[in-house]
């Protein structure tokens, strides 16, 4: 069975910076691309980026190349993404999600890591 | 950035009803679209990728259609469980995109 296992919740000051992660299990995450995806309090889902954990090689939304950070580390089957510079529009929780495969939708989801910007 | 409309923004409906949501491309996209079901607390599940095709060990009552930049989503013999929040995504292009999502609500 895939599980995607993401880290406790975060609360970050305003300046300052969160990584968050997702240990995937049930599968090797060089076979896949992993995304993640932001929803803020009570809205809709917003794309932020993906890497490949085969090569490091990563996409990203215009809006988000400057705010998030994709790694991923293939020896612990885990992904990281860094949130720098949190503002209050940073509030939000934050999903990561893959294939199966490099297949462009979303069959398996972390279960969300809320983050909380807030002096 | 491919701009995703969805409609209703909202519905309400009764057990064993038929119900449909739509989303409107700002271009084509080649039926590279998917539908997820998102209820409160929990992450998005996968209903329909491609448009049409049903995700494994989703019921038939969900079906996926298609007429130009206009996707459909069905939703046959509703059952209580169906009530949820329901999202578009188009996967034709980077930036991904989501609709805006529909509130389904069982009266």
């Known amino acids: 069975e895939v599980q995607l296992q993401q880290s406790g919740a975060e609360l970050g000051k305003p300046g300052t910076s969160v990584k968050l992660s997702c240990k995937v299990s049930?599968?090797?995450?060089?076979?896949?691309?992993m995304h993640w995806v932001n929803q803020r309090p009570g809205k809709g889902l917003e794309w932020i980026g993906r890497?490949?954990?085969?090569?490091?090689?990563?996409i990203s939304a215009e809006k988000f190349k400057s705010k998030a950070t994709l790694t991923a580390d293939t020896s612990s089957n885990t992904a990281y993404m860094q949130l720098s510079q949190l503002k209050s529009d940073d509030t939000a929780i934050y999903f990561c999600?893959?294939?199966?495969?490099?297949?462009?939708?979303?069959?398996?989801w972390g279960q969300g890591t809320l983050v909380t910007v807030s002096s | 950035d491919i701009q995703m409309t969805q409609s209703p923004a909202s519905l309400s409906a009764s057990l064993g009803e038929t119900v449909t949501i739509e989303c409107l491309t700002s271009?084509?996209?080649?039926?590279?679209l998917a539908w997820y079901q998102q209820k409160p607390g929990k992450s998005p599940q996968l209903l329909i990728y491609?448009?049409?095709s049903l995700q494994d060990g989703v019921p038939s009552r969900f079906s996926g259609s298609e007429s130009g930049t206009q996707y459909s989503l069905e939703i046959n013999s509703l059952q209580s469980e169906d009530a949820a929040t329901y999202f578009c995504?188009?996967?034709?292009?980077?930036?991904?995109?989501f609709g805006a999502g529909t509130k389904l609500e069982l009266k």
């Open positions: 049930g599968y090797n995450i060089r076979n896949t691309y």
């Open positions: 271009e084509d996209i080649y039926s590279n």
């Open positions: 890497i490949d954990p085969a090569n490091g090689n990563t």
């Open positions: 491609d448009a049409s």
């Open positions: 999600a893959m294939g199966p495969g490099i297949t462009p939708w979303f069959a398996y």
């Open positions: 995504q188009q996967h034709h292009d980077y930036p991904y995109t």
